[in-house]
């Protein structure tokens, strides 16, 4: 995961379900460089993993996304509404 942060400023960790949890992938490096992380829920590891890298490239690009309005071009067919979470 660092090199992979190191060369291209982020990552995608990719968690099994387990325990009542559902299975969930995140980034991790964006907020090395001031930006937020994103996290999605229930998504195999195949789906999320484009769908994140994607938003971190849009975000590194400068890309602002509004929060808790649907958005239409994150995921295919469907809006996608992104949440903020307190620090």
């Given at each position: 995961?660092?090199?992979?942060?190191?060369?291209?400023?982020w990552?995608?960790?990719?968690?099994?379900?387990?325990?009542?949890i559902?299975p969930?992938?995140?980034t991790a490096?964006?907020?090395?460089?001031?930006?937020h992380?994103?996290i999605?829920?229930?998504?195999s590891?195949?789906l999320?993993?484009?769908?994140?890298s994607?938003?971190a490239?849009?975000?590194?690009?400068?890309?602002c996304?509004p929060?808790?309005?649907?958005?239409?071009?994150?995921?295919p067919?469907?809006?996608?509404v992104?949440l903020?979470?307190?620090?």
């Amino acid at each position: 995961i660092r090199q992979r942060v190191r060369v291209r400023g982020w990552d995608v960790v990719s968690v099994p379900a387990q325990a009542g949890i559902p299975p969930h992938s995140y980034t991790a490096g964006l907020a090395l460089g001031g930006l937020h992380e994103f996290i999605v829920f229930g998504f195999s590891p195949g789906l999320a993993r484009p769908v994140l890298s994607d938003l971190a490239q849009r975000v590194r690009d400068g890309e602002c996304f509004p929060t808790n309005v649907g958005i239409e071009d994150v995921l295919p067919g469907m809006p996608a509404v992104l949440l903020g979470v307190p620090r």
